[in-house]
C-alpha cells in the first residue's frame, strides 16, 4: 500500500504561481511513477503531468512550459511547480502513483483556485 498527501494547494490570481507537494508513505520501494491531474467542476479528472522514476517528465499540453514536475527522493515528495497561472487551471488537483504492475493510489485532493 502506498498513502499520498497532498498539500500546498490555495488562492492565486492568474498570472501568479502555486507550488503542490505530494508526500508518499508505505511501499516506496514499488512506486514506478508519480503524477498529478485535476478535475474542475462539471469535467472529467484529466492527466496534469508524470515524473518516472529514472526521472524522466511528461506534461499535458494544456500545462507545457508553465508547471514543472520534481521529486526529492530523500522527503518522498513529489512536487508541481505551477506558474503563469489561468483561471482555467482551477480544479481540485490530485496526486497518483503506479506501483509495481498494476496497482495505483490516490490522494485526497487539494483545491486549487486562480481568480482573474
Known amino acids: 500500500q502506498v498513502q499520498l498527501v497532498e498539500s500546498g494547494g490555495g488562492l492565486a490570481q492568474a498570472g501568479g504561481s502555486l507550488r503542490l507537494e505530494c508526500a508518499a508513505s508505505?511501499?516506496?520501494?514499488?512506486?514506478?511513477?508519480m503524477g498529478w491531474y485535476r478535475q474542475a467542476p462539471g469535467k472529467q479528472r484529466e492527466y496534469v503531468a508524470r515524473?518516472?522514476?529514472?526521472?524522466?517528465?511528461n506534461y499535458a499540453d494544456s500545462v507545457k512550459g508553465r508547471f514543472t514536475i520534481s521529486r526529492d527522493n530523500a522527503k518522498n515528495t513529489v512536487y508541481l511547480q505551477m506558474n503563469s497561472l489561468k483561471p482555467e487551471d482551477t480544479a481540485v488537483y490530485y496526486c497518483?502513483?503506479?506501483?509495481?504492475?498494476?496497482?495505483?493510489?490516490w490522494g485526497q485532493g487539494t483545491q486549487v483556485t486562480v481568480s482573474s
Open positions: 508505505g511501499r516506496l520501494r514499488s512506486i514506478n511513477s
Open positions: 515524473i518516472t522514476s529514472g526521472d524522466g517528465t
Open positions: 497518483n502513483c503506479i506501483a509495481g504492475l498494476v496497482s495505483e493510489y
